[in-house]
């Protein structure tokens, strides 16, 4: 590790504002990028530029975690990834259950990128009576009416509703009821959920529509950049030739346009 770094055991009583807890994940992914290419050490700009957020308010985030970098060498990687992954929690295995096997449930099951972020896919549960017994990713698929047994006998904490818009409030139920304290909703739909029990969503259609609105904005600037340029030199060759109006002519909303075309 780098010598000369100076900080103090994060804990929980400073409190980490929400927005950086967000960010942590973002700085965690650079960082194992950094160690899986064996760098030793990062600036704050390096960092700030591969998370995308500015180095001002990384350096801020850090603050909270107690962790401040020497100058003229930067942060030690490795250290940020143990420290971050601890506040995080993800030093410990996160047993997941996932309800709702369909084509969205199926290729979470298979994403390989769970285990090595502190995850465990330990149950999936779907409601077809002929998806109880089907593997799925090594992992048989379990019947909703064993939920209660299922969440009990695998310890999980942390589901993941993957259902229907219309069955996803009656599974979020079961679940809370069950022991399930954080919930990661992908479908389309707010659920309603106690004090104590925290929900994530994630709907890929507000995303998309997000992206519209973008797509649609750009659009927009090129074309008005387009008409800017026909006005200041590079305008149709095949528009008419312009001559000039008699002065003091006028047309029905006042002064006329001092060319018109010919």
């Not at 980490?16 to 050490?41: G, N």
């Not at 769970?114 to 999936?124: E, N, T, W």
């Not at 048989?140 to 219309?166: E, K, M």
Request: charged content about 20%; glycine content about 10%.
């Amino acid at each position: 590790m780098a010598t000369g770094r100076t900080h103090r055991p994060a804990t929980r009583s400073r409190g980490i504002p929400e927005a950086t807890v967000a960010r942590l994940p973002l700085y965690l992914r650079a960082l194992t990028a950094l160690s899986e290419r064996s760098v030793p050490t990062v600036s704050s700009e390096e960092l700030a530029a591969a998370a995308g957020v500015n180095s001002a308010k990384l350096r801020k985030d850090f603050s909270y975690l107690g962790s401040y970098g020497t100058r003229g060498v930067g942060y030690d990687v490795e250290y940020l990834v143990y420290q971050i992954s601890r506040e995080l929690g993800l030093t410990q295995d996160w047993p997941v259950a996932i309800v709702g096997i369909g084509n969205l449930g199926a290729a979470l099951a298979n994403y390989g990128g769970f285990a090595s972020r502190g995850f465990r896919v330990a149950a999936l549960i779907d409601a077809d009576p002929a998806m109880a017994g089907t593997p799925v990713a090594g992992i048989a698929v379990q019947h909703t009416d064993d939920l209660d047994r299922i969440i009990s006998d695998n310890g999980v904490s942390i589901g993941v509703i993957t259902t229907p818009p219309g069955a996803a409030q009656q599974v979020c139920d079961r679940l809370v009821a069950a022991g399930v304290t954080s919930i990661l909703n992908f479908a389309p739909t707010v659920l309603s959920v106690p004090d104590g029990v925290d929900v994530r969503k994630v709907d890929l259609s507000i995303e998309l529509q997000i992206l519209a609105f973008h797509e649609q904005r750009k659009a927009g600037e090129e074309a008005a950049a387009d008409g800017r340029a026909g006005v200041d030199g590079d305008a149709d060759t095949d528009a008419p030739p312009m001559r000039a109006t008699p002065a003091g002519r006028k047309g029905p909303d006042g002064d006329m346009p001092a060319v018109m075309p010919a």
